[in-house]
């Protein structure tokens, strides 16, 4: 079974440029999260998806952020324009719809690393 | 709000056992999950604790007290490879199941030889 995969691995962009990362979660997993780790901070929740509904979305800074799940599969998140503030690591994870999500577990992504220059 | 406060950073030697706390503040409570993530990787699922008490899974183990509002991970036999940061975490309240995560900051393990 393949893994969460996220695309790119590494983005080094200029203050103002758009970026758009991409994730791929495990196949059949209805749960799909953006979280984004600022250097040396904890991991901070950006947005749930549900299949392809916004579950949760208070983990977005500002309107500069934009997720989209299309058909209920992969995830692309965009950040236009991005800010110097926007550099860290984004992660992306999936689990399974009810019961069979068990203790809490959350499947990652290895992460993109975004560098806003 | 939910916070979890864990030490920033550890070091110990090759063969020893180390010991990371992680404290909580929510409003409700899911259980405890520990993650480890190697730098440059992919967090990954460690162990879960709903219930007071120890679970162990080979050389890592993880307590947890709710009337402490306390948990722990316990390393034990330490080797080079266990050098990660490791993040203690709550399910958000909020939700039954599936939602999200709130972590700690994380604790980087220096394991050295």
Do not use: A, C, N, P
């Given at each position: 079974e393949a893994g969460v995969t996220q695309f790119p691995s590494h983005s080094v962009i200029e203050k103002g440029q758009t970026v758009?990362?991409?994730c791929d979660p495990i196949s059949g997993h209805d749960n799909l999260y953006w979280y984004r780790?600022?250097?040396g901070?904890?991991?901070k929740f950006l947005l749930h998806f549900v299949k392809e509904s916004k579950q949760d979305e208070s983990g977005m800074p500002n309107n500069r952020f934009l997720a989209e799940r299309t058909g209920g599969t992969y995830s692309t998140l965009k950040v236009q324009p991005a800010e110097l503030e926007d550099s860290g690591v984004y992660f992306c994870a999936s689990s399974p719809a009810g019961e069979r999500s068990r203790y809490n577990e959350q499947f990652f992504g290895p992460g993109t690393r975004l560098t806003v220059l | 709000g939910q916070s979890l406060e864990q030490p920033s950073e550890v070091t110990a030697v090759e063969g020893a056992i180390v010991q990371i706390n992680c404290t909580y503040q929510t409003s409700g409570f899911y259980g405890l999950s520990w993650y480890q993530q190697h730098d440059g990787g992919a967090p990954t699922f460690l162990s879960y604790n709903a219930l007071d008490g120890l679970e162990e899974t080979g050389?890592?183990?993880?307590?947890?007290?709710?009337?402490?509002?306390?948990g722990y991970l316990l390393l034990q036999e330490l080797q080079m490879k266990d050098s990660a940061s490791y993040f203690c975490a709550v399910r958000d309240p909020g939700e039954n199941q599936g939602g999200k995560l709130i972590f700690g900051q994380g604790t980087e393990l220096s394991v050295k030889p």
């Open positions: 758009t990362l991409r780790r600022v250097m901070k904890e991991i | 050389r890592f183990s993880s307590f947890l007290s709710r009337s402490d509002s306390y």
